[in-house]
């Protein structure tokens, strides 16, 4: 079983380097560093949501809430600022208001026991709804230009975007928690099996709760980005970017049952989306050719792995009964 | 222990951030990059094959395909490379990912509609410094991160014009009465102040503006109160509605009443919507800017800065096609002129 889901890891990371390769050499313009920028700009908040995302479907459960609690983290971001708090307050109160959000969740979640899903839809709602109380229809936009051209700019001016430092650190950090640590190991076996966890001496409900406040921690985090990096506070900032983040999730391997996946693959997932639409829109492809490719290639992910899972079921089977015969 | 632990932390961050004050709203210095303008030459001649690129607020939008229809049509004219691309919602930021394809294409002119005035402004300003020449439409970016902006129409302009189409329809006497939308609408509000400054002047002596009732912009209140302006004032004889929808509820009242021929209705309506009613007599003649003229302004102006010819300065001169000629005003604002009024003659040419 496990081997198989490598190989899918493999396959997304494999495709994703051909994928980058055809598109240096077939689309002009898209392997220039400039076009590298615009890239790393664009996959920023579907990369970062992504990490703790990874670490959620992989105990078996989902956070919907996340594009929302961006929003409000905008929002009021936005408020503070027109009240006259300076930034440097501004960011870290933020990304603890994404955490108080997360921390809703898990509490719904964890604590009564309801279903993520439903939770998550839920607050999805009520806090894109918090975001319009906060801000209305208007947009928030004087934001200092050291802060706002440091989001866009890349390092001295070369070819490495600031933001870059902030995706590899987080992601070496999330990397090493789920891959080499036993808290990764747990969550792992929560996703496997939530009660033979329990049973295993593994604090479920602890767990997940935690993951619910990382979750909007970073969300917060990234709304603060979001606002930054557009220099525009608004209620409806981020809106849907909670199916990018799953859809990416999903592409790069992680089972939506729980219990499997990797973040090397989520990572290249993320890449492979935004690399192709980038390409493609490069090539003038419409945007409404480019939600098909996108949406076949995700049932081609959730599909394929089934696919050769069941043939591979077969062959065994028609094996077995040669041998027995 | 260690939840205490963090929270004692967070909590000393957040006091020392606030403490020590840092960049907030008042102080903080403005050091965002200006654009030097460049000297322009108006002897220059317009450049030929210029790749001229519209990004409207989002695709498959009618009123905007018109006025990328007109974009379309300059762009022909004046030989150059068309292309419309957009993101399938309004989303403030949707845009900013196509603004940087058409950076990394190497566009001449960008034609933009902002969604929002400043979540384009980084990547439109990237644009500019890649020697891109930037015009908005329709919805305006931040006047520092564009080259000009087509202003389809100004308040003073439409004003005058519902004063004047008023007093014609009336015959130069009598009483009218304006169908508005909200009561606190802003445009309309400041489209009816302007008309009033009008009816003040002499040649308005014989004019008298008996009420102003709001429709709400629903087409069964502005039906109602189409009606009711006419049980209250017998003697009405111009129902005047600067709003698409008022105009066109008020035509059909009147179109199926006995005043239909006595009493007129004018102000600004959509073509498609007012058809019946300016064949069937009831509505002699109303106006609205031309949607096909803002994108096709847009063009030359785009081509105009790209080729050196203007720099975006108040007082450049410049010429669009069969538009005429065009002076830039204040900010980079270039006016697309006196709203276009709509009669049995012309009113088959439009299709929006």
Request: contains cysteine; neutral net charge.
């Amino acid at each position: 079983m496990s081997r198989k889901f490598a190989t899918w890891d493999t396959a997304i990371i494999a495709l994703t380097v051909l994928v980058l390769i055809i598109a240096s050499l077939v689309v002009d313009n898209f392997g220039t560093s400039r076009n590298f920028t615009f890239m790393v700009l664009d996959l920023l908040p579907i990369i970062l949501v992504a990490l703790p995302m990874t670490f959620i479907i992989v105990t078996g459960e989902i956070d919907l809430s996340v594009a929302s609690t961006l929003g409000l983290t905008s929002s009021l971001m936005g408020w503070f600022w027109n009240h006259g708090l300076s930034i440097e307050t501004i960011i870290p109160l933020c990304i603890v208001i994404g955490a108080v959000a997360g921390v809703l969740n898990g509490f719904l979640i964890t604590g009564l026991g309801l279903p993520s899903l439903a939770v998550t839809i839920g607050t999805l709602a009520l806090y894109r709804g918090l975001a319009l109380v906060v801000l209305g229809d208007g947009a928030v936009a004087d934001f200092p230009f050291n802060y706002t051209g440091w989001v866009t700019g890349t390092i001295g001016g070369g070819a490495v975007p600031n933001v870059l430092i902030l995706i590899v650190v987080l992601a070496l950090i999330f990397g090493v928690i789920l891959h080499a640590t036993p808290v990764g190991r747990s969550l792992y076996a929560i996703g496997a099996n939530a009660q033979a966890a329990h049973f295993a001496g593994i604090r479920v409900a602890r767990t997940k709760f935690w993951l619910y406040v990382v979750s909007g921690a970073v969300a917060g985090l990234v709304g603060v980005l979001w606002t930054l990096r557009y220099s525009s506070a608004r209620a409806d900032n981020g809106a849907g970017l909670e199916l990018a983040v799953v859809a990416a999730v999903l592409l790069g391997g992680v089972s939506i049952f729980g219990g499997k996946g990797s973040l090397p693959g989520v990572l290249a997932g993320v890449v492979l989306l935004t690399a192709l639409q980038n390409a493609l829109r490069l090539e003038d492809v419409s945007g409404q050719a480019l939600n098909i490719v996108t949406g076949a290639l995700l049932v081609l992910s959730v599909l394929l792995p089934n696919l050769i899972s069941s043939i591979r079921g077969n062959w065994q089977r028609r094996k077995l009964r040669q041998s027995a015969a | 222990m260690s939840r205490h632990r963090l929270a004692a932390v967070l909590a000393a961050t957040l006091l020392v951030a606030a403490g020590c004050g840092g960049t907030t709203k008042d102080n903080q210095s403005d050091s965002a990059g200006t654009q030097a303008s460049a000297t322009a030459d108006p002897n220059a001649k317009l450049k030929e094959g210029l790749k001229i690129a519209y990004l409207p607020k989002q695709l498959n939008n009618p009123y905007s395909d018109v006025e990328t229809s007109g974009g379309e049509e300059a762009v022909k004219e004046l030989k150059g490379e068309y292309k419309k691309v957009g993101p399938n919602d309004a989303a403030a930021s949707s845009q900013v990912s196509y603004i940087n394809t058409l950076i990394q294409q190497q566009q001449d002119v960008i034609v933009v509609a902002a969604n929002d005035p400043n979540a384009v402004c980084p990547s439109l300003n990237q644009a500019r410094t890649a020697k891109i020449k930037v015009v908005t439409f329709d919805s305006d970016a931040s006047k520092d991160c564009r080259d000009a902006f087509i202003n389809q129409a100004t308040t003073q302009g439409i004003g005058e014009s519902l004063a004047k189409m008023a007093l014609e329809q009336a015959g130069g006497s009598g009483d009218i009465a304006v169908l508005s939308a909200t009561p606190n609408a802003t445009n309309q509000n400041a489209w009816i102040e302007v008309m009033k400054t009008e009816l003040a002047k002499p040649e308005y002596s014989k004019l008298k503006l008996v009420k102003i009732a709001y429709g709400n912009d629903d087409d069964q209140k502005s039906f109602q109160e189409a009606q009711g302006l006419l049980q209250s004032y017998p003697n009405l004889k111009v129902i005047v509605a600067p709003t698409t929808v008022g105009i066109a509820a008020a035509a059909r009242y009147i179109s199926s009443s006995s005043y239909k021929g006595k009493v007129q209705v004018t102000g600004l309506g959509l073509p498609n919507q007012m058809r019946q009613y300016v064949k069937d007599g009831t509505v002699k003649k109303f106006a609205l800017w031309n949607p096909a003229d803002i994108g096709y302004l847009a063009a030359y102006a785009g081509a105009a800065l790209a080729s050196g010819q203007i720099s975006g300065a108040e007082g450049d001169k410049f010429t669009a096609g069969k538009l005429g000629e065009y002076t830039i005003g204040k900010d980079g604002e270039i006016v697309l002129g006196p709203p276009t009024e709509f009669t049995t003659e012309n009113i088959d040419k439009f299709n929006f």
